[in-house]
Structure formats: structure tokens, C-alpha cells
């Protein structure tokens, strides 16, 4: 017999469905940290989240990523200028 397991359904933070409508809407614009997975504007240099400086520029991968952290539970404090900057992770 299996054991079901109980996933915890995420209610979606509107604010976060808007930026990620964003990031999907044009993700020529973005890229995803290979440090800390974080999405970022594509002329940021360093993550300001891990100061990596490797990035993903792949759509496909950045669409994905997108989606990962829209339905997963936030993991960093989304204040107004990492939001209006469009950073957005879900590390640290």
C-alpha cells in the first residue's frame, strides 16, 4: 500500500505571477544565476544575491526557471528595489 503525500498548495502571490508574466513576456531581457538560480535583468554584470557572475542565457531555461520559483515557497525577501529592479530568487 502507498502512503500518499500531503503537498502543501501554494496560494500564488500576485505580485509574483506579475513578474513572472513579465520575465515570460520577454525573457531576451533576463537570465538565471548559475550560482544561486536567481532571475536578472541581462546587463546586470554580478548577482547582487551571491556575486556569481555565470549566467544562463538560454529562453527555454529562463522560461523553467520562471516557473519553478512562481510555484515554489519564496525563500528571500522580495523588497521594492530587488522588485523593480525584476531581480527574483528563491535563495538565501
Given at each position: 500500500?502507498?502512503?500518499s503525500k500531503?503537498?502543501?498548495?501554494?496560494?500564488?502571490?500576485?505580485?509574483?505571477?506579475?513578474?513572472?508574466?513579465?520575465?515570460?513576456?520577454?525573457?531576451?531581457?533576463?537570465?538565471?544565476?548559475?550560482?544561486c538560480?536567481?532571475?536578472?535583468?541581462?546587463?546586470v554584470?554580478?548577482?547582487?544575491?551571491?556575486?556569481?557572475?555565470?549566467?544562463?542565457t538560454?529562453?527555454?531555461?529562463?522560461?523553467?526557471?520562471?516557473?519553478v520559483?512562481l510555484?515554489?515557497?519564496?525563500?528571500?525577501?522580495?523588497d521594492s528595489?530587488?522588485t523593480?529592479?525584476?531581480?527574483?530568487?528563491?535563495?538565501k
Amino acid at each position: 500500500m502507498k502512503k500518499s503525500k500531503n503537498k502543501k498548495v501554494l496560494e500564488l502571490d500576485p505580485m509574483r505571477v506579475k513578474i513572472a508574466e513579465g520575465i515570460i513576456a520577454n525573457p531576451k531581457e533576463f537570465k538565471v544565476c548559475d550560482g544561486c538560480d536567481s532571475i536578472l535583468l541581462r546587463d546586470v554584470p554580478i548577482c547582487p544575491l551571491c556575486s556569481h557572475y555565470r549566467f544562463n542565457t538560454d529562453i527555454e531555461e529562463i522560461i523553467k526557471q520562471t516557473n519553478v520559483l512562481l510555484h515554489s515557497e519564496p525563500k528571500c525577501m522580495m523588497d521594492s528595489s530587488l522588485t523593480e529592479r525584476k531581480i527574483w530568487s528563491d535563495k538565501k
